[in-house]
């Protein structure tokens, strides 16, 4: 059937609120406050050779939003809607589908959770995971990237998604992120991590951080 989500380019970031109704950060945001230096050799990169860096980081954004949007539909059962896309984005994205499919071939998958916002109210913080599975017998978390590599502060991300799968109930036993390549000649990673719990407390010291900056 047709997805009712289509992802737009201009839409804002979840908001999460605790049951009391305050608003809390999402984890992206509390990550945000991380100094990011392979981003900015990449901006100066793109200087270099002419480029407004600004234009490549939204193009790449509007890749890697429609990539994720086409493997949710295809997990969910979906038709996606892609009227809003450029022919060559929809190519790009299309290669990171092609590669997931070719990945979920090998690793048959159950999904549970598909894109679902969850509330930590113990730590008073929200996020969306990209998918919770059932993968041979056991619950695994799945974090999907089209980036140039797998960064310190995505290990992070996903440490912090762990953590309110937990807090939920869920016994989760693992964390894969699935890096996918845009272009057709690009490689698929895999990182695997059954525990996360240092990249947890970078999380933690970056939540502390991030409330005092907004005291």
């Known amino acids: 059937m047709p997805s009712k989500e289509a992802p737009n380019k201009r839409q804002a970031h979840i908001q999460y609120q605790l049951k009391d109704g305050t ?6 945001t509390v990550l945000g406050i991380l100094a990011k230096n392979a981003l ?6 793109c200087g270099r050779e002419g480029l407004d860096y600004r234009e490549v980081r939204d193009t790449a954004a509007d ?6 949007y086409l493997i949710l539909c295809h997990i969910k059962g979906e038709t996606p809607d892609t009227s809003e896309y450029s022919p ?6 299309n290669n990171c589908l092609a590669k997931y499919l070719r990945w979920e071939k090998e690793h048959p998958i159950t999904p549970v959770m598909i894109e679902t ?10 996020g969306t995971l990209d ?3 059932e993968y041979d017998g056991k619950f695994t978390l799945v974090d999907f990237k089209t980036g140039k590599a797998i960064y310190p502060e995505m290990l992070s991300q996903v440490a912090a998604y762990w953590k309110l799968l937990e807090e939920q109930g869920w016994p989760v036993s693992s964390a894969r992120i699935l890096r996918i390549g845009t272009d057709e000649d690009e490689g698929f990673e895999e990182r695997i ?23």
Request: overall charge neutral; charged content about 25%; some cysteine.
């Open 131 to 133: 998918l919770l599975a």
């Open 193 to 215: 991590r059954t525990s996360l719990d240092n990249e947890w407390q970078i999380f933690k010291h970056c939540l502390e951080i991030y409330r005092l900056q907004k005291a």
């Open 88 to 93: 060559n984005d929809l190519e790009k994205a």
């Open 40 to 45: 900015i050799h990449w901006a100066w990169k």
């Open 23 to 28: 608003f809390v950060p999402g984890v992206t």
């Open 63 to 68: 890749v890697g939003t429609l990539a994720h």
């Open 117 to 126: 916002p969850l509330i930590s109210e113990e730590y008073r913080y929200g």
